[in-house]
């Protein structure tokens, strides 16, 4: 008899499998792709004191305030705390929306074109191409990424896929946050972007510093933003990527009228990558607790454990 259940379950989970399977296609997709894939960061966590164009200055952190006095639970302007109010939170000033890991939209220098809100779902994930230009980097610090970094890619792993997310990796953010905004510093070049765009059809382009290229007036930027195309800054974390074989998910701050974006780059790598976490080894439900307590340190102006 109880082999004779053991039977039945297993033949009903079978059939529950394959009818789950039938009706929801992309499930089954995530149950056998997604959730064995390694994921990387892609993302500096931004403080009030990472590297920014000096014309913007920095971010200030503070902690929230009551705005408005709300009885004996707190008198307006009194700080939130855990002990007497059950939680905190944080006040940010940002001077700019050009600031660290960023999503640039083409509204940045052109008002014609599509701000932050406006750019469609569609951005969600992509095919991930990562060009590695850091050996020459570590030759000449402003070498800039050309065409023929591009088609060396390709004779490697084949045509860039249309519609693609390319980074160019150059080590730059390995020294992170002790870097300087001025040149020299690695970028790409005019020709390169075009080629990428023109040719290849690519959704857009990143790169780890915080511009896109040293000449005087930006040009690569310039030819971007105003041509409708948008631009990733700040990424790190490239070197813990294929160059070919990854999809990339993508994620920013949405404010209306936004001329640039808070983002957050996650590379997905196969499950067999030697970077990256999978989903079975951080689930991310329940959150791990940790054994040192979050508080507001002054002295960093930010909290910290």
């Not at 730059?172 to 001025?182: H, T």
Request: proline letters at 9%; one cysteine or more.
């Amino acid at each position: 008899m109880l082999k004779k259940l053991l039977a039945l379950s297993v033949g009903i989970c079978i059939l529950v499998g394959f009818a789950w399977a039938e009706d929801y296609p992309l499930w089954k997709v995530y149950n056998d792709y997604f959730v064995n894939a390694k994921y990387v960061d892609l993302t500096h966590a931004f403080t009030p004191h990472i590297p920014v164009w000096p014309g913007f200055g920095h971010a200030t952190f503070a902690p929230t305030r009551a705005g408005k006095d709300l009885g004996d639970y707190a008198k307006k302007g009194e700080v939130f705390t855990y002990k007497k109010h059950g939680f905190v939170a944080t006040a940010y000033n940002l001077p700019t929306d050009q600031y660290g890991t960023q999503l640039d939209p083409p509204a940045h220098w052109d008002p014609y074109y599509p701000t932050i809100d406006e750019l469609p779902p569609t951005y969600c994930i992509r095919p991930l191409v990562v060009i590695d230009i850091s050996k020459k980097v570590a030759k000449n610090p402003g070498y800039h990424c050309g065409i023929e970094d591009i088609k060396a890619w390709e004779k490697k792993h084949g045509k860039i896929p249309e519609g693609a997310v390319v980074m160019v990796r150059s080590d730059w953010s390995k020294k992170w946050p002790n870097v300087s905004v001025d040149a020299p510093f690695p970028g790409i070049t005019l020709d390169a972007l075009k080629f990428l765009h023109e040719k290849r059809h690519i959704l857009f382009h990143g790169h780890e510093p915080l511009d896109t290229d040293t000449t005087p007036n930006l040009e690569g930027e310039y030819w971007l933003m105003h041509n409708g195309y948008c631009q990733a800054e700040g990424v790190t974390n490239l070197w813990m990527v294929p160059e070919a074989g990854a999809l990339i998910a993508i994620g920013y701050a949405k404010p209306k009228g936004g001329t640039g974006g808070y983002a957050r780059y996650i590379a997905i790598c196969p499950p067999d990558w030697k970077y990256g976490v999978s989903i079975k080894e951080a689930f991310g439900a329940p959150l791990p607790k940790s054994d040192k307590p979050l508080h507001w340190d002054d002295k960093v102006g930010m909290r910290v454990r």
